[in-house]
């Protein structure tokens, strides 16, 4: 008997991990035991399945609203047809992520960390992912060879004392692959700190097992970040998760990603940032969506999401409100005057934390409302060039 939306919750199975993703839904056929799927939805599931695979666990199939495809669990997880218009760029890797990587899957940006991408495995494939270039695909999954190189290049370099394991999701490892990872790392003297990015919490929270917790106190100190977007995603479930690591005293915050007609309001946004910390979750970042291509209807105008930090301040706890950033190849970058210097025509002018300027292409949407205007940035006639996201903007003038 097919699994569905009504009967799947009383399978004695339903709270196992290991079932949930192996019970992924992934062809039209399953989507519609949880779903009403629209014909466009179809359409996009077919014409997108080359580009992107797509996949979602039962448990946040059960968050989807089965008749209103704007909904916000369902936008961010089932393909749309969107995806395949024309966009700005092509871009796959706006923050050069390749070119940081001295051995496979190990980013080496900042001096002191690195971001290694230990598997390419996701238990759902987010529709907007800033690694849409690899998750799923074969080509980025690790052998314990290619892990050990990456390994053996953190312990050769002792200025790095912040290792983020990420992917792709590193909870889908099971405990003795973790455990292999993990005592490697803390065998190395300089490491500090070994943190997660992990979206388990959201899209999978019976993956965090006492089993799970238990190896990780062993290995403190650990930090988990995991990526909430909505409130609708703030489950009793999910709060159980989060109340198991934080007993085994993982600290624990959260990235969200700023997403067009899914959390792009003061209200939503604070409404999530206030659940999170009844969770004792800290709202930690709020990320500017990059620049990738298929992903342009899910982005805002970067005066949208300062407005809404506007609205934030002062209404809430400040420990519910996150930074409000954009991810560059000169590192992060906090989206507030501080740093934004003004819009040139379809860019946003900004200067990294050590004085580059960037330029991200950051068109308007038609018919956008926001409370925040950038000036408008002096930009002389001159033959230099601004960095940007995208080849279809170059060249820029440099800015005064
Ligand atoms: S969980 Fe993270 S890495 Fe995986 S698809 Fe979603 S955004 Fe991408």
Known sequence: MPLDRHTAPNHPKWTDWRWQMQNRIHTAEALHRWINPTPEELEAIEKTKEVFRWNITPYYA???DPDDPSGPVRRQVVPHLDELAPDIVGVVDPLEEVAHSPVKNLIHNYEDRVAF??????????????????????????????????????????????????????????????????SRLRAIDHVELIRFGSRMPVKL??????????????????????????????????????????????PVGNQTVLLRGINDDAATMKALCEGLVRMRVRP??????????????????????????????????????????LDTPFGKVPLNRSYVKGR?????????????????????????????????????????????????????????
């Open 205 to 250: 929270p019976y993956r965090i097992t006492d089993a799970l917790c238990n190896l990780l106190a062993r290995y403190h100190p650990i930090w988990v970040n995991t990526h909430f977007n909505h409130p609708k995603e703030l489950t009793d479930d999910a709060a159980a998760a989060i109340a198991k690591l934080k007993s085994a005293g993982v």
């Open 344 to 400: 040139c025509d379809d860019h946003v002018v900004m200067e990294s934390y050590d004085g580059r300027l960037w330029a991200e292409p950051n068109p308007r949407p038609p018919g956008e409302t926001t409370t925040v205007t950038l000036p408008a940035v002096d930009m002389p006639d001159t033959a230099a060039t601004i960095p940007t996201g995208g080849d279809a903007f170059v060249p820029l003038p440099t800015v005064a």
């Open 62 to 64: 059960r968050l989807m």
């Open 284 to 325: 930690y970042y709020l990320y500017q969506a990059q620049v990738i291509g298929g992903t342009a209807h899910f982005r805002t105008s970067i005066e949208k999401g300062m407005g809404i930090m506007r609205a934030l301040r002062g209404r809430t706890s400040g420990f519910a409100i996150p930074t409000y950033v």
């Open 117 to 182: 991408c230990v598997t390419a495995e996701c238990a759902i494939y987010c529709r907007y992912c800033l690694r849409k270039r690899m998750v799923g695909d074969a080509a980025f999954f690790m052998r314990k060879g290619e892990l050990q190189e990456a390994i053996d290049y953190i312990a050769a370099h002792d200025e790095i004392r912040d290792v983020l394991l990420t992917g792709g999701d590193p909870l889908t490892f099971n405990e003795s692959n973790l455990e292999w990872l993990l």
